[in-house]
C-alpha cells in the first residue's frame, strides 16, 4: 500500500525560508518521479516541482529560483525548499507520484507566509 505523508509545513514571514518533506513507503521509490503541488484557498491544484529517479527537476514559473525539489533515495523521501517566501505561496502543499494505474496524494501540510 503506497503511503506518502508529508510534514514541516507552519508560519513563516514574507521572506523566510521553510523545507517540506515527504515521506513514502509501499513503491519503488527511486524510480518514481515525486511531485510537489499546492492548493491555496479558493484556487485550484497546482503544480510547483517534480523530479525524476534519476533527478531531473521541472519548477513552476512562480517559483523558479526561489524553490527547490529533491530527494533522498535512502530514506524515501522528497523535499522541497521554499526560500524567498511570499504571501502568494501560502497554501496546503501536497506531494503526489503515481504507480501502477493509480495517482497517490499525501494529506498535505500548511504552508503559510504572512508577517
Known amino acids: 500500500q503506497v503511503q506518502l505523508v508529508e510534514s514541516g509545513g507552519g508560519l513563516v514571514q514574507p521572506g523566510g525560508s521553510l523545507t517540506v518533506s515527504c515521506a513514502a513507503s509501499?513503491?519503488?521509490?527511486?524510480?518514481?518521479?515525486m511531485v510537489w503541488h499546492r492548493q491555496a484557498p479558493g484556487k485550484q491544484r497546482e503544480l510547483v516541482a517534480r523530479i525524476t529517479g534519476g533527478g531531473v527537476t521541472i519548477y513552476a514559473d512562480s517559483v523558479k529560483g526561489r524553490f527547490t525539489i529533491s530527494r533522498d533515495n535512502a530514506k524515501n523521501t522528497v523535499y522541497l525548499q521554499m526560500n524567498s517566501l511570499k504571501p502568494e505561496d501560502t497554501a496546503v502543499y501536497y506531494c503526489?507520484?503515481?504507480?501502477?494505474?493509480?495517482?497517490?496524494w499525501g494529506q498535505g501540510t500548511q504552508v503559510t507566509v504572512s508577517s
Open positions: 503526489n507520484t503515481d504507480f501502477g494505474i493509480r495517482t497517490y
Open positions: 509501499g513503491l519503488p521509490f527511486s524510480s518514481s518521479v
